[in-house]
């Protein structure tokens, strides 16, 4: 099959995808779209919202539509590296047997990431990066397609370990949950107070969705585009000579290399969803938010006047 066929065949399967999910989700469509925008450039999210806002249903829900197996970790502060990766046990043969953790699944949330030591929440680097952990000098491979999804609750900080900027910068997105507007509440107390019934029928599989993945990657994209988002991101960097003035004023710290390859990554995605062949600077600024948003670091003066980092993002796009 071309790749133009095999293009439009996507736009389908991602309708088809989102009708699953909206069986069981209400409301919520930017989040949604924005996870599934993810998933299909092979990147990772972190969720950041309070509780109630179905994160972990919106995330098994997501996985059974696309019939991908499916593990959450919930992290705690007594939580061991060893509980998420797996161990080595002695057998009745007194032979050393690897007992795999529950990372090793295709779509792992990691529940209250910001919750566990720095020492457990660093067992899962390797895992994002590489696709594969090593447990006693030896890899083991994860299986493909492989997503992390992180969550976070922003109002309760005490006893959390805030994720250090490097391991912020693995995270393809940022997304920022919200309530429900009136109408969608009263649909979900109706829809969740009821019989439960909604069966999901998976559209994909892992093979399926990793040659969407390989076929995103090789879309064409403009110089005139590539040369925005990385423009974009440089006027991020508040140590420039042209930089805005309000970057220097409210950043210490802008995003690096990989905030201009995951825009780029993720514009190719977002326009191959909306049956575009080739992505636009539109479809960079649908994206800038979520992949910015956690790279951008706001010093004493952003926190004393209120500045939000989305304000400061949208002000330079």
């Not at 969407?212 to 403009?222: D, F, G, N």
């Not at 938010?289 to 330079?316: C, F, M, Q």
Request: with cysteine.
């Amino acid at each position: 099959m071309s790749d133009v066929a095999l293009m439009d065949q996507l736009v389908q399967e991602y309708k088809n995808l989102k009708a699953q999910v909206q069986k069981v989700i209400v409301g919520q469509d930017q989040v949604v779209d924005q996870i599934i925008c993810a998933i299909f450039s092979g990147g990772h999210v972190l969720l950041v919202g309070v509780p109630g806002l179905a994160k972990t249903l919106m995330v098994q829900t997501v996985a059974s539509a696309l019939g991908l197996s499916f593990n959450r970790i919930q992290f705690t502060p007594d939580l061991m590296p060893s509980d998420i990766l797996g161990s080595e046990i002695l057998d009745s043969e007194r032979n050393f047997k690897f007992i795999k953790g529950p990372i090793f699944s295709q779509i792992i949330l990691a529940d209250e990431i910001n919750r566990t030591p720095p020492k457990t929440q660093a067992a899962l680097l390797e895992a994002m990066q590489e696709g594969a952990v090593t447990i006693a000098g030896v890899r083991h491979e994860l299986s493909q397609p492989y997503f992390v999804l992180a969550t976070q609750n922003p109002i309760e900080q005490e006893g959390t370990y805030p994720l250090p900027e490097a391991q912020l910068d693995r995270f393809m997105f940022a997304i920022n949950l919200t309530y429900p507007s009136l109408a969608e509440e009263v649909q979900i107390v109706k829809s969740t107070t009821a019989e439960m019934g909604q069966v999901l029928e998976p559209c994909l599989d892992g093979p399926t969705l990793i040659r969407y993945q390989k076929l995103i990657r090789r879309m064409p994209v403009a110089d005139n585009v590539i040369d925005y988002a990385v423009r974009l991101v440089t006027k991020t960097r508040p140590g420039l000579e042209d930089t805005p003035e309000s970057v220097k004023h409210y950043i210490d710290w802008g995003a690096g290399p990989r905030a201009s390859q995951n825009l780029i990554l993720a514009a190719k995605t977002h326009a191959a969803l909306r049956g575009k062949y080739s992505p636009d600077i539109e479809d960079v600024k649908a994206v800038a938010l979520p992949v910015l948003r956690h790279r951008l670091l706001k010093n004493y003066k952003a926190e004393a006047e209120g500045k939000h980092i989305d304000e400061i993002i949208t002000a330079l796009l």
